[in-house]
């Protein structure tokens, strides 16, 4: 039995860090960004890709982008009622859906229209049968867009482990002002 284990543990660090940290498949890779679902949901084109192992130049998939999440574009039904099992995926307030039609709009003018766009750490998210990655845009030297998107207000930090609540609380939908109340929730760069 020790030597399964011992075995087990030396198959995974020979993996190396990305991808026993989840992410199969370091990159970079560039992406074409063919549309901006919200702040923090886009659908890329790969131009290059471990193909084979993960996406091959010229897939298309949906990308949720790793350490972040941004206020939804979409008003929830009537009734809805966060923590019962429902989407967390539709504002929960009117300011929520304002703020994530800023996010929107901020996050096409950094990743739409022909901008150099690159993918790092790409794995398998746990839903809709996306990738989660991370994105980097040039903005005086390669960025990483989530710390940008925190930055200006427009996405707090996220980090599923520490959340594994699926309608997980929503900062922009407090009583606090909203700008001022991202902004404050961004407590450090994107993971």
């Excluded at 809805?80 to 989407?87: A, D, V, Y």
């Excluded at 520490?162 to 909203?178: G, I, L, Q, R, V």
Aim: hydrophobic fraction near 40%.
């Amino acid at each position: 039995m020790a030597i399964g284990v011992t075995g087990f543990l030396v198959a995974l660090a020979s993996l190396g860090p990305a991808r026993a940290a989840g992410a199969p498949w370091p990159g970079p890779h560039p992406v074409e960004v063919l549309r901006v679902l919200d702040g923090d949901t886009v659908e890329v084109k790969f131009l290059s890709g471990p193909c084979g192992r993960g996406p091959c130049p010229g897939s298309v998939a949906l990308i949720r982008v790793r350490g972040i999440d941004s206020p939804e574009v979409h008003l929830c039904r009537t009734g809805f009622k966060p923590g019962r099992g429902t989407s967390q995926s539709c504002a929960q307030c009117p300011d929520e859906l304002r703020l994530g039609q800023e996010a929107k709009a901020e996050a096409d003018r950094l990743l739409g229209h022909g901008a150099a766009v690159r993918a790092r750490e790409i794995g398998p998210d746990a839903y809709n049968g996306r990738f989660v990655a991370r994105l980097e845009v040039i903005s005086g030297g390669w960025q990483d867009y989530g710390a940008v998107m925190i930055a200006g207000g427009h996405a707090v930090r996220y980090d599923p482990r520490a959340d594994k609540s699926y309608a997980k609380a929503k900062p922009w939908c407090t009583a606090e002002p909203p700008g001022d109340g991202i902004a404050a929730t961004a407590t450090g760069a994107a993971e």
